[in-house]
């Protein structure tokens, strides 16, 4: 789709519906609204963040309140003991199973043209969610690195089947997210050791698949340099953060697409500077509008309207 309309018009943007993501049905039913009312060019499948580790145990709070994220009640893993407790998965069952079902259900409905991606985290973001939060990660990795190598390992190797159960089910791909690749979560070093081979380990299948590959790299400082040449298709990051490259360069050392622009905050306060920076934008041959990371909930329908409106205007 991107190869055969490189000058097109690309925009996707995406948010949490934290009231309307408990179950399959919920989840099912926001995304369709959402893209029956915007109609945006890939679909990015956003289910509550906590789905990656409930089918290990996490509990998580889920509330009516639309703009409130639910919060973890109890963890998995407390101390070097529990890893144990982590073992491989039925990616058919469970809380991943209805991603599965979603996925169907999304596809039916939208037929076979529509990109549709799901989110999947990185391994080091789905295993700190096991844990109080990402300090007890970087604790236990520093602490007895030979475990978390090993919880590492399991959690690709779910995780690799579920993305393959995924395009399965009818995914065009997989929106591959991290927010450790940066240099204010792991050294260099560290993240080439406790990431980057297990994120190679699932994007390497996926490309054997040929599935969409949309790798987000989240925050400042980002490791990006590193990651050109994974395999990948759009890369998804925040453009105006401290320590993260210009699009323009990324795009020319990369020669992939690169997806972002939108800083999620100011499309609520500030819309007119949001404009002034697409307008710098449309005039790359290889970019997605998305937002840096995702819209927040309490965005109002109107400034996504307008932008959409402004956006087809530029030149």
């Known amino acids: 789709m991107l190869k055969k309309q490189p000058n097109k018009r690309w925009m996707s943007l995406w948010r949490h519906f934290y009231d309307r993501e408990k179950t399959a049905e919920q989840l099912t ?7 029956a009312k915007w109609n945006w060019d890939l679909l990015k499948l956003n289910p509550a963040a906590c789905y990656h580790v409930l089918d290990w145990g996490a509990e998580y709070h889920f509330y009516d309140d639309p703009l409130k994220e ?4 109890q963890p998995v893993i407390n101390n070097v003991d529990d890893f144990q407790r982590i073992g491989h998965l039925d990616v058919n069952q469970g809380t991943l199973g209805d991603q599965l079902k979603v996925i169907r259900k999304l596809r039916a409905h939208f037929g076979p043209d529509l990109p549709i991606v799901e989110t999947v985290f990185s391994p080091p973001e789905i295993a700190h969610r096991l844990m109080t939060g990402r300090e ?21 190797d779910v995780f690799e089947q579920f ?34 081979p ?9 490309e054997a698949r040929k599935a969409l590959i949309v790798l987000h790299v989240c925050g ?29 360069e990324l795009l020319a050392s990369s020669g992939k697409f690169v997806m972002g622009g939108i800083d999620p905050q100011r499309l609520k306060t500030n ?9 710098r934008f449309v005039k790359f041959d290889r970019w997605m ?10 965005t109002p329908d109107s400034a996504v309207q307008e932008l959409k409106n402004r956006l087809w205007s530029l030149h």
């Not at 998804?236 to 490259?245: A, E, T």
């Open 136 to 156: 007890a990660f970087t604790d236990f990795m520093h602490r007895d690195p030979e475990r978390v190598h090993g919880l590492l390992k399991i959690i690709a």
């Open 163 to 196: 993305c393959l159960a995924c395009l399965d089910a009818g995914a065009s791909g997989i929106f591959f997210a991290t927010k450790w690749a940066n240099s204010d979560s792991m050294t260099r070093e560290e993240y080439q050791r406790f990431e980057r």
């Open 29 to 35: 039913e926001s995304m369709i609204q959402w893209q």
């Open 220 to 248: 400042p400082n980002t490791y990006l340099g590193d990651m050109l040449d994974d395999p990948s298709d759009l890369i998804s990051y925040d453009f105006f953060v401290k320590g993260n490259p210009d699009p323009s």
């Open 70 to 73: 639910p919060t973890l009640v």
């Open 198 to 206: 297990y994120d190679l380990q699932i994007l390497n299948r996926l």
């Open 289 to 298: 509008a998305g937002p840096s990371c995702v819209v927040l909930p309490d």
């Open 271 to 279: 819309l007119d500077s949001v404009v002034a920076d697409c307008k």
